[in-house]
């Protein structure tokens, strides 16, 4: 072995300066996540997987997190996998409200979708607008009432 070689990766990356770094995509991009993570309160987040109702089927990367009063949540799928979420288990609501507002967001473009309004129901299924290998997106569930700006914007 080399080197340049480590056992479990093979050839080490190239190293670039942090500006030949920032002109890639996934550089210009950050702009767009950080609109979303600042367009919601960030001191009441937690991280919260129990929303994902299914986390074992898919080989994805699927991560959850949402407002620690329950105004919001954030889903992000890093292949556009379908997602079935758990809005309220047996004992505990995790969202708030009786309505919820529900959008995609691309963190490629920093664009927001909306998809509908619903009734709160205990689980449901949403299917990403593209899937992929490159097609992550973040589902955005709102409590309605709370009448947060799209996601991304302030």
């Known amino acids: 072995m080399r080197d340049e070689e480590t056992p479990r990766t093979g050839p080490l990356p190239r190293t670039m300066s942090w500006k030949d770094a920032m002109q890639m995509p996934a550089g210009s ?7 979303l993570i600042e367009s919601r309160p960030m001191l009441t987040r937690i991280p919260d997987q129990w929303l994902i109702a299914d986390p074992m089927g898919t080989a994805d990367r699927i991560q ?53 309004d619903f009734p709160k129901p205990e689980g449901r299924q949403f299917t990403p607008p593209t899937s992929g290998r490159g097609n992550d997106w973040v589902l955005v569930l709102d409590d309605a009432a709370k009448n947060f700006p799209a996601p991304g914007t302030k």
């Open 64 to 116: 959850a997190c949402r407002s620690s009063d329950g105004s919001y949540a954030f889903i992000y799928t890093t292949t556009g996998a379908k997602l079935s979420v758990r809005l309220v288990d047996r004992i505990y609501e995790k969202l708030s409200g009786t309505t919820i507002k529900a959008y995609w967001y691309d963190p490629r473009t920093g664009t927001a979708t909306h998809i509908e």
């Open 29 to 35: 991009q950050m702009q767009y996540l950080r609109a």
